[in-house]
């Protein structure tokens, strides 16, 4: 018997056994296909945190308890750390501190309450309902950091002139919000 004889006969015997026949099989088939695919597709996927990475040599980083605290720093000194970080050409971490720093501002000023557990969306979104005129550009800035660090896309130069951009609309914002 050949390989294509036993393949029709196995189809026809499981079409024997199918409402609709060969066709309802064909169906049959489709529906179970696209359902694995459906759930391959939607399964939970885990959050990958970046690769912590050291500060450029000569910069000294302040340590927050995880990687999704913002240091207890004044934003001076955390705007100061990303300079220092876009210098030495590594945008990534210069887009994350100055994230940081336009969070402290916000805290330090009164304009939103700072939980770890947050996401980045969580944050911006809190801070546009804290203050509304900050919701596009924290919402903005959030999208340039998802971007960088969890799509992970590489960082450019204009990524950091973007947040340094953002964070001073986030500075002139935060005080017109008191």
């Known amino acids: 018997m050949s390989w294509s004889r036993g393949w ?9 056994h199918v409402p609709g026949g060969v066709a309802g099989l064909a169906a049959l088939v ?6 694995a695919l459906v759930a391959l597709y939607w399964r939970p996927r885990r959050r990958q945190r970046p690769e912590p990475v050291d500060p450029p040599v000569g910069v000294e980083a302040p340590e927050p308890a995880d990687d999704d605290a913002v240091p ?5 000194q955390l705007a100061s750390l990303a300079d220092r970080y876009a210098a030495a050409g ?3 971490e210069a887009v994350r501190e100055r994230l940081r720093a336009m969070v402290r ?3 330090e000023r009164g304009v939103l309450t700072h939980r770890p557990e947050w996401t980045v969306t969580e944050l911006a979104a809190a801070a546009g309902r ?16 998802s971007r960088i660090w969890y799509a992970r896309r ?3 130069a204009a990524d950091d002139a973007r947040m340094r951009a953002l ?4 500075s002139e914002r935060a005080g017109a919000a008191r």
């Open 8 to 16: 029709t006969e196995l189809v026809a015997d499981l079409a024997d």
């Open 30 to 35: 489709l529906l179970l296909a696209g359902i």
């Open 72 to 76: 207890e720093v004044p934003p001076a």
């Open 90 to 92: 590594r945008y990534a």
């Open 105 to 107: 501002e916000l805290v």
């Open 130 to 145: 804290a203050a509304p005129q900050l919701a596009g550009t924290m919402t903005e800035a959030a999208d340039v950091f």
């Open 154 to 156: 590489t960082a450019t």
């Open 167 to 170: 964070a001073a609309a986030v």
